[in-house]
């Protein structure tokens, strides 16, 4: 499969469309297209190229029929291609960010319950662990605040 975050952005449509004639040349002589998608190489891709390949393989067919006049089915393939590469970056880069939160969200969920553990029983920890929440949440870092030479968590009294 083409690492999408290896190659370059021009050059994108161009190893889709190469990789995934690649992929169906042997599904086109054998004709199984449908134990192909049962297959790893194919669950194992991301649903827009998933989607590409679905469409390679009707425009693999047609042409081998006939029915579409190779140049046709090339600019085809390559439109097709250039779409998917497009969005397949869009897509990426929300598939990083949902990655990231997921990440924040796990140990913060934890440290949310043992805040509200350290509110409600009146603890000197929980400036501190208040503070880590907004380091987390904000990616600033607050934690590490003096206040006139003292370290955050000490004075803590001074705010209640």
Do not use: W
Not at 82 to 88: D, E, F, K, L, N
Not at 112 to 136: C, W, Y
């Amino acid at each position: 499969m083409t690492d999408i975050t290896k190659v370059h952005r021009y050059d994108l449509p161009d190893a889709l469309c190469a990789e995934m004639q690649t992929a169906l040349r042997p599904v086109l002589q054998n004709g199984r297209f449908e134990t192909f998608m049962h297959s790893e190489e194919y669950t194992a891709r991301p649903f827009e190229e998933q989607a590409l390949l679905i469409a390679f393989y009707y425009l693999g067919l047609l042409e081998k029929r006939g029915s579409l006049p190779g140049r046709v089915a090339q600019e085809t393939r390559m439109g097709l291609a250039r779409s998917v590469a497009r969005y397949a970056g869009d897509m990426r880069y929300q598939r990083e960010m949902n990655k990231r939160q997921i990440a924040l969200a796990l140990p913060t969920d934890a440290m949310r319950v043992q805040l509200h553990k350290e509110l409600n029983a009146g603890s000197p920890q929980a400036l501190t662990t208040a503070l880590q929440l907004l380091d987390i949440y904000s990616g600033d870092v607050f934690s590490r605040c003096q206040k006139g030479g003292q370290d955050a968590s000490k004075g803590s009294e001074s705010i209640q």
